[in-house]
């Protein structure tokens, strides 16, 4: 069981925005930065966002992210079925002093 | 180009050890402070250690699910970072990906593209 809580699933239609929810509290995502990864099936790991909402270079602008309070979101606008993946949350735990990881929500294009 | 390379994985019963490598290429792995993330078959990832440069200390930390049964070490002569891993459970199986920062935001952003690891009798 992650300390982070991400919803198992999300979907949407090519062109619809998806919202993807990341929840912990004071001691992970309350404290620290926010951080996301993209899973395509079968490879490595991608950072998708990192330092809440900061996109690293070669990241299409159709990916968004916030926080607010011990919760932060990601956002697909304009879902593209090379978007379908794994997404991960991720913040430093300053209790568990470690990093910890949502438990990934697969999106899923229709 | 900036490269991790993992290498060492393999079927092991359990009990038994096993020890990974991660080799770096392309930046100054001596600076840089690793990590090791794994992820059980159909499952999420799970942050379990990193070890520091050592200009910072060279200093290790562990996630409780490891500490004790695996350790980090580094060899900045072979740009390589090493897990031994022992008393293997049957719960170590995955795929194990070494990664660290190289933007200086505290992000993974370079990934090796893992090592698969399966404990079983």
């Known amino acids: 069981q992650s300390v982070v809580t991400q919803p198992p699933s999300a979907s949407g239609t090519p062109g619809q925005r998806v919202t993807i929810s990341c929840s912990g509290s004071s001691s992970n995502i309350g404290s620290n930065y926010v951080y996301w990864h993209q899973q395509l099936p079968g490879t490595a790991p991608k950072l998708l966002m990192y330092r809440n909402n900061q996109r690293p270079s070669g990241v299409p602008d159709r990916f968004s992210a916030s926080k607010s309070g011990t919760s932060a979101s990601l956002v697909i606008s304009g879902l593209r079925s090379e978007d379908e993946a794994d997404y991960y949350c991720a913040a430093w735990d300053d209790s568990l002093s470690g990093h910890v990881f949502g438990g990934g929500t697969k999106v899923t294009v229709l | 180009e900036v490269q991790l390379v993992e290498s060492g994985g393999g079927l092991v019963k359990p009990g038994g050890s096993l020890r990974l490598s991660c080799a770096g290429s392309?930046?100054?792995?001596?600076?840089?402070?690793m990590s090791w993330v794994r992820q059980a078959p159909g499952k999420g990832l799970e942050w379990f250690g990193r070890?520091?440069?050592?200009?910072?200390?060279?200093?290790?930390d562990y996630a409780a699910p490891v500490k004790g049964r695996f350790t980090i070490s580094r060899d900045d002569s072979k740009n390589t970072v090493y897990l031994q891993m022992n008393s293997l459970k049957t719960e170590d199986t995955g795929t194990y990906y070494c990664?660290?920062?190289?933007?200086?935001?505290?992000?993974?952003?370079?990934w090796g593209q893992g090592t698969v690891v399966t404990v079983a009798s």
């Open positions: 990664t660290y920062d190289s933007s200086g935001y505290n992000a993974f952003d370079i």
């Open positions: 070890i520091r440069s050592k200009v910072d200390g060279g200093t290790i």
């Open positions: 392309g930046f100054t792995f001596s600076n840089v402070w």
